[in-house]
């Protein structure tokens, strides 16, 4: 394993594929995990969570050994390009990493560089876990309600870059051949115009719809819901819903039961051994994410659905700087916090580092490190609750401890200490 630009680590070993085709990961005490800070507060939340990754590991008898990769404003500072190939080899070769946010402009400039990991990578389900920690303050009453975990489909919808710009020769071409070949000549309007393809395919949904369902198998969850604009874009986002329905039935026909199934069958009791597979239309997902939030469990949908409802959910568990995630291929898994690159809080050492600390417990609970990986929540919780926070929950408890994004990382260190 030789890089250009990059140096591994001497100690620490590599984190490989297990040798009985499970497709489950080997995983040494002391694995190199590639880590990158990110742009903006990156710099802040980064360093941040590493100390506490390391403290939880080595309090469960382990050890990290970290690779520093770069993208973003640090790889273009240190290579002069956004995504050395270096970086995207190194996370490939080493199956777990972590990451935090990377700015994309918006309109002109350079695509997003997080699609552009998670396509190169075939990252293809983006899991969003949103739950409440004791002591978090939430606009909502019952903020414990939530406890979700929503798949978002990261490869395809319209995040899958295949757009043409206002102007362009292209965009009159496809403008054209949609009008002409396809028919559709009434619909778009005269004038500068911007067009993108929205591409859902059976085999992208159905590989994303059984991750999810594995999922609630494995830990016990009662529901999946499949959340779509079918109504609307029917043979898109329909489709979705369709062959998601398909998949349940076609490989998990003895573990699930719908919605229907469940008043026809059980009276609308759950049985305990089934998980019950709905659907809802994504609007109306947004509003029940706040009347009904404990109906709601495993969610899998599209990648822009995805995207906002993990959002707004994340807002009801006390906003972005808690609500963590990871990306999943096939024995693959890049961690990294919901939020973006907060720019205008970079450098200053003061927003919350939760999100990208418990994008770290997914990390950990991928590698089977489950013990490391409740410490680091248990921790957390405790630290919170002390009321020893960052300012965006300062603001809003009374008597809080207002702290630095390092302190607060210290504390929780400390907490680990002493809860281990
Ligand atoms: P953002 O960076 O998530 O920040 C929006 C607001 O959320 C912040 O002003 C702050 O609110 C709050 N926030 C975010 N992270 C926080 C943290 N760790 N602690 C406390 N509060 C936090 O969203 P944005 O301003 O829309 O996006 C900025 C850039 O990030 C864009 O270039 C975008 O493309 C990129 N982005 C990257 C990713 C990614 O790398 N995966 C994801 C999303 C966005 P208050 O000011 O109200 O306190």
Aim: aromatic share 8%; charged share 30%.
């Amino acid at each position: 394993m030789s890089y250009d630009q990059i140096e591994v680590p001497e100690n620490g070993e590599k984190i490989t594929l297990a040798d009985d085709e499970s497709g489950e990961l080997s995983v040494p005490d002391n694995p190199i995990i590639p880590i990158i800070h990110g742009d903006g507060i990156g710099q802040d939340v980064g360093p941040a969570a590493q100390k506490v990754l390391e403290a939880a590991a080595e309090a469960t008898g382990r050890s990290v050994e970290w690779l520093r990769v770069y993208a973003g404003q640090s790889a273009r500072d240190k290579y002069d390009e956004n995504l050395p190939e270096d970086t995207v080899q190194a996370i490939k070769d080493h199956r777990v990493a972590i990451k935090g946010p990377l700015t994309t402009p918006v309109g002109a400039g350079f695509r997003s560089l997080n699609v552009a990991l998670r396509k190169k990578l075939d990252l293809y389900a983006n899991v969003r876990p949103t739950y409440h920690l004791d002591g978090v303050p939430s606009p909502v009453k019952n903020p414990s309600a939530m406890d979700m975990v929503t798949f978002r489909e990261n490869t395809e919808d319209v995040y899958a870059g295949i757009e043409w710009e206002a102007g362009t020769d292209e965009v009159q071409q496809v403008k054209e051949f949609v009008e002409e070949e396809m028919g559709y000549d009434e619909t778009m309007h005269d004038g500068p115009i911007g067009i993108g393809i929205k591409p859902i395919t059976e085999f992208g949904t159905k590989r994303l719809v059984r991750e999810a369902i594995e999922y609630a198998i494995e830990n016990d969850r009662d529901s999946v819901t499949l959340v779509h604009k079918g109504n609307i874009m029917k043979f898109t986002e329909g489709a979705f819903r369709d062959w998601g329905y398909e998949l349940a039935e076609e490989e998990f026909a003895e573990e699930t039961i719908t919605e229907d199934e469940l008043w026809e069958e059980y009276d609308g009791e759950q049985p305990e051994d089934k998980i019950v597979v709905k659907d809802r239309i994504a609007d109306n997902m947004l509003q029940q994410l706040l009347t009904r939030t404990a109906d709601y469990s495993v969610i899998a949908t599209m990648n822009l659905n995805g995207d906002y409802m993990s959002d707004a959910a994340g807002a009801q568990i006390g906003g972005l700087g808690i609500a963590p995630g990871a990306n999943f291929g096939d024995g693959l898994c890049l961690a990294e916090p919901v939020h973006g690159s907060a720019p205008k809080y970079a450098g200053e050492d003061k927003v919350n580092p939760t999100a990208m600390i418990l994008s770290g417990r997914l990390m950990f609970e991928y590698m089977g490190w489950k013990d490391a990986g409740k410490l680091i929540r248990d921790a957390v919780e405790k630290t919170i609750s002390d009321g020893d926070v960052t300012y965006d929950l300062e603001r809003q408890i009374e008597g809080g401890n207002k702290l630095a994004t390092s302190e607060f990382a210290d504390k929780i260190v400390e907490n680990i200490e002493a809860l281990s």
